[in-house]
């Protein structure tokens, strides 16, 4: 069997019943290309999260859904304002600005949010042609860096986005920790707090892959069919990423397993942060936890229990935790840790 480690929420497996979901669909012939009753019950779930007054387009991983919702909303002379930490300008090999032509702007932060005050120096040159144009403010929910923002935090940017002419892009491969973090539905700190387009992460969280563009104003849709044919995202089998969405969103499930996995966050937070050799850097509010220690045992550590350094200059590192992590795998690991700086003294 495989070992757990605490590198990413990507590397667990598959939700047992995310699975049979996938495996029930797996039955006779259906029409392909979306056109099936897996991936209209997969929306139809999602219409019950937003309303029917919004158009949900499924894609197969989470820089598709990030690039592809961009695309359809911006113009090459466009410029997309982000975090530095984001995930659209650390992790997708300049993905966005092959695909849309934009300039992403990446603003300096120390715990993966934005506020008002880091956009206003990149709100210079309006209507000036030689200017990249300001058109997309793009926060991610839960931030790269663990941390969540507040309904009050996301009100403040889309409300100086809008008024600024901007459109704001939520990037949601962690919505599920955030919501379960914040106690509140999906919609309260999405489409009600101004968020224009979503994109609903699940392989994170149990699924096999699939995630959604969701468009809270149906006109900035109105040609993605198309985009998302081109961006090499239109599933011929889509009934199997239909069919997850759908039990995904039933009965909790997201949920349950997005609890799971923060609650096992706090856990392994509360074995390591009176261990003096360890500081933890970013408030933990869901399944991340982000710790400087000494270098000289990373390597070890990570060869029982693999993990990625974030800052290798002052060697913070990240542990994760995933829906299926253990009481007895954070044991491990924390008895592991422990021996180890034993071993250094």
Known sequence: ???????????????????????DANQGHTVAYGDDVFTERGIRKIYELFGEDIDAYFVFIGTAA?????????????????????????????????????????LPTEDGKLR?????KEMYGIGFEHHSQPRVLSITQTSEMGTVYRIEEIKELTEYAHKHNMLVHMDGARISNAAAFLGKNFREFTMDAGIDILSFGGTKNGLMYGEAVIFFNKTHSVDFKYLRKQGMQLASKMRFIGAQFERYLSDNLW????????????????????????TITQEVESNMIFAIIPEEITKPLQDEYFFY???????????????DTTEEDIEGFVTTLKRLLKKKQ
């Open 66 to 106: 990030n690039v592809l919702g961009l695309d359809a909303v911006t113009k090459p002379y466009h410029a997309i304002i982000c975090a530095e930490t984001s995930h659209i300008h650390e992790d997708e090999c300049g993905a966005p600005e092959r695909f849309t032509g934009c300039k992403v702007l990446a």
């Open 116 to 120: 008002t005050q880091n956009i206003e």
């Open 1 to 23: 069997m495989l070992k757990r480690g605490f590198a990413s929420d990507n590397n667990a497996g598959i939700h047992p019943e995310i699975l049979k979901a996938i495996q």
């Open 309 to 323: 350094v974030r800052n290798e200059k002052k060697n913070e590192v990240r542990w994760m935790c995933a829906w």
């Open 255 to 278: 949920l349950k397993l997005a609890l799971h996995s923060n609650k096992m966050a706090k856990i392994l937070e509360a074995h390591v942060k009176n261990i003096p050799e360890v």
